[in-house]
Nanobody, 126 residues
């Protein structure tokens, strides 16, 4: 059983920055891809970013490319999402996700997730 706990959400003005963290339990964190998804009010959950098991490969939704950065610290069992130049459209609940494989590409389509966090609310005011 794996538990994912997000932190770092909150209220920020447009143009500001936030860093989300996701702490994972379990000894095998370092062997699996991780990802971030988000769900805005009234919308379906969508892919935001993903990172391969060792951090060598990262992937981003077009809407966040150049503004968000995903990273991981396998020694700390933690994955991060650094968000800059935030926009009101980034307002959503952000979910950490553990991939079922070491590669991250399945996560881009929302597939291959075997564990989800409970989410962290990010609100960007205009």
């Amino acid at each position: 059983q794996v538990q994912l706990v997000e932190s770092g959400g909150g209220l920020v003005q447009a143009g500001g920055s936030l860093r989300l963290s996701c702490a994972a339990s379990g000894r095998t964190f370092s062997t699996y891809a991780m990802g971030w998804f988000r769900q805005a009010p009234g919308k379906e959950r969508e892919f935001v970013a993903a990172i391969s098991w060792g951090g060598a490969r990262t992937y981003y939704a077009d809407s966040v490319k150049g503004r968000f950065t995903i990273s991981r610290d396998n020694a700390k069992n933690t994955v991060y999402l650094q968000m800059t130049s935030l926009k009101p459209d980034d307002t959503a609940v952000y979910y950490c996700a553990k991939g079922a494989r070491d590669i991250a590409t399945p996560l881009l389509q929302g597939n291959g997730v075997d564990y989800w966090g409970k989410g962290a609310l990010v609100t960007v005011s205009s």
